[in-house]
Structures are given as C-alpha cells and as structure tokens.
C-alpha cells in the first residue's frame, strides 16, 4: 500500500515570498491533515479536511496561510507572505475518518527554510 | 491552558535497560491516547494506542503503555531496550477542540538515545 506522498521535500524561501506544498493522502481516506512541526515542538494541528470540506482550521494562521482539497483526494498548502517564523516541517496525514480512534499516517514531510 | 506534557527532552540509556517515558496531559472528558515514534529518517509512525477498556495496552516491538486516569497519564514503557529503538518518541491525546471536531494534540516529543 503506498504511503502519504509530500512535495517537495525540501524549499528555500526569502521573507515575503509565497509558497506551497503538496499533500496526496492513502487511497481511499477520507480526511485528510496538516501539521506544522517547528523544531524541538511537536507536530501542531494547522487544519482537517473531511473529503473536500473543512473540519477544523482553528489553529491555521488565516491571514496568510491558505489550504484546499480539492475533489476530495490531493491537497495544497499555501503560505502567503512567509515569515522567519513559519521556518518548520509541515507534515500531512491522513485517515480513513475523522473519528478520534482512527491512526492517522503520516508523509516524510516538506522541511521549508524561510531566510 | 490544556496540554501534552512530556517531562524528558532527551533520553539515554544502555541496550537492555528498562524504558519509562512519561506522558501526561490536561484535557477533560473523553480522550484517546497514542504514541508515535519517528525513527532517523523515517515518517511518524503508530506505536500503540489506547481508547478504553484495560489500562495496559500493548503495541508493537515490545513497547507498551499504561493509563492512569486519575494521574492523566500514558506512560510508554519496555523492559529492555534494544540500540534500533533509538528514535524521537511523541505521545499523543485526541481530544474534543472547536465545536464538535476532534483533534490531536502531540507532545513535544522524547529523543531516545540507546548506545550499543
């Protein structure tokens, strides 16, 4: 069965530059999730699909980040403008559903440097 | 504020000595517990996890947990470490956020160092 795919695993940007990420979950699963793991912290919840529709996006910095899934199946994260700060891993997951007893599976990962 | 609390940054142990990492969290209500272990170079992944029933689960290569309710806590534990269970180690509480959605809320992780 393959895995969570990420791209790409690696992205350099200056301050004020856009970027994105891209996130194609396990066959078949229906939610979908991003986290952003800054270094010595553990993951933190940015937001969760269910299909192509928003669960939770409490903790996603409104003002500059964005994210989508379309169809239900791959999904785009977009920060615009980067800071310093938003130096970190964002790791996508995903799940077969949104019931808090479901394992989540996580992808390797986009590692973004914000210079 | 409700949190996930993991006390040791960074552990080091011998191969064959035993392994208590401590995990302990602040959320009300109905919760579900899991450990994650990401080895060098690999994804995060599913150790173990406990959502009711005995307190002492069991998960894969020989870890287990328990829950201590009263202590909110799920203490990842095993008898004798081996040096390929060096990997950062994070606990893990589904709990009930904004409105009806549940989310997972990760400690800030434990660096295992097992020396040969």
């Known amino acids: 069965e393959a895995g969570v795919a990420q791209s790409p695993r690696y992205k350099i940007i200056e301050k004020r530059q856009s970027v994105a990420f891209w996130c194609n979950p396990i066959s078949g699963h229906a939610t979908l999730y991003w986290y952003q793991q800054i270094l010595g912290q553990g993951p933190k919840l940015l937001i969760q699909?269910?299909?192509?529709?928003?669960?939770?996006d409490s903790q996603l910095p409104k003002d500059r980040f964005s994210a989508e899934r379309l169809k239900g199946v791959d999904s785009t994260l977009k920060i615009q403008p980067a800071k310093l700060e938003d130096s970190a891993v964002y790791l996508c997951a995903s799940s077969l559903g949104a019931s808090g007893r479901q394992t989540q599976y996580f992808g390797p990962g986009t590692r973004l440097l914000v210079l | 504020a409700q949190s996930v609390s993991q006390h040791n940054h960074h552990v080091i142990l011998s191969e064959a000595a035993s392994l208590e990492l401590g995990c302990n969290y602040s959320?009300?209500?109905?919760?579900?517990l899991f450990w994650y272990v990401q080895y060098p170079g690999q994804h995060l992944q599913l150790l173990l996890k406990?959502?009711?029933?005995?307190?002492l689960v069991k998960g894969i290569k020989g870890f287990e947990a328990e829950f201590i309710k009263s202590k909110f806590s799920f203490n990842l534990r095993k008898p004798s470490v081996q040096w390929s269970d060096t990997a950062e180690y994070f606990c893990a509480v589904n709990h009930f956020s904004s409105g009806s959605a549940r989310q997972l809320t990760f400690g800030s992780g434990t660096q295992l160092t097992v020396l040969p």
């Open positions: 699909f269910q299909n192509n529709g928003v669960v939770d």
């Open positions: 406990y959502f009711s029933g005995d307190p």
């Open positions: 959320y009300g209500g109905t919760v579900n």
